[in-house]
Antibody, heavy 119, light 111 residues
Framework: QVHLVESGGGLVKPGGSLRLSCAGS????????MNWIRQAPGKGLEWLAS????????YYADSVRGRFVISRDNTKNLVFLQMDSLRPEDTAVYFC????????????WGQGVLVSVSS | QSVLTQPPSVSGAPGQKVTISCTGS?????????VHWFQQLPGTAPKLLIY???NRPSGVPDRFSGSKSGTSASLAITGLQAEDEADYYC???????????FGTGTKVSVL
């Protein structure tokens, strides 16, 4: 059974940093693009970043490019999101999700982790 | 910053049919990239409802159906049930953004 479990969320001050982790299990992690998607309170879904299965290519939304960095460790079935220069508008539930490639459906999501940016 | 536009809300009585539209552009839906639909219940992660424009994953009732034409797609729910009250999102790929795009989301209410 496929499982994605995020961790690392919490309360951080504006300008601060946070590193999210997502552990995958129940599938061949190496075969899938891994992605981060967020949802601000009461708002819709926003794609943030994707990394190809081998890690050779990375893609970012304009809203986070230069502040957030996605990475993965295929030996440990982990994907990370390093978030720097956090702003109050980054407050959201952050989901990791797997997809075979950009033209396939996102078929499994983690449960999400809350990041709150406030002074 | 959603690139795909959906109506904020739709409603219907039990047993009725509702339709949710998803309007994109020539860099996403109009470029023939697949459209997928998700159902999100409060406090939970989105669940894949329709993939590849018209296909249902195993376990999704056939009351849910998808279609696509030009730069738009639609999700139809027939025989509306109370358990269908949720938020629904369309999603595709956008070649100008080199990433995923989501719809603005639609709240379905069962009267």
């Amino acid at each position: 059974q496929v499982h994605l479990v995020e961790s690392g969320g919490g309360l951080v001050k504006p300008g601060g940093s946070l590193r999210l982790s997502c552990a995958g299990s129940g599938f061949n992690f190496n075969d899938f693009y891994m992605n981060w998607i967020r949802q601000a309170p009461g708002k819709g879904l926003e794609w943030l970043a994707s990394m190809t299965s081998s890690g050779s290519s990375i893609y970012y939304a304009d809203s986070v490019r230069g502040r957030f960095v996605i990475s993965r460790d295929n030996t440990k079935n982990l994907v990370f999101l390093q978030m720097d220069s956090l702003r109050p508008e980054d407050t959201a539930v952050y989901f990791c999700a797997r997809v075979y490639d950009f033209w396939s459906p996102i078929d499994h999501w983690g449960q999400g982790v809350l990041v709150s940016v406030s002074s | 910053q959603s690139v795909l536009t959906q109506p904020p809300s739709v409603s219907g009585a039990p047993g009725q049919k509702v339709t949710i539209s998803c309007t994109g552009s020539y860099s996403n839906i109009g470029a023939q990239y697949d459209v997928h639909w998700f159902q999100q219940l409060p406090g939970t992660a989105p669940k894949l409802l329709i993939y590849g424009d018209t296909n249902r994953p195993s376990g999704v009732p056939d009351r849910f159906s998808g279609s696509k034409s030009g730069t738009s797609a639609s999700l139809a729910i027939t025989g509306l049930q109370a358990e269908d009250e949720a938020d629904y999102y369309c999603q595709s790929y956008d070649s100008s953004l080199s990433g995923f795009v989501f719809g603005t989301g639609t709240k379905v209410s069962v009267l």
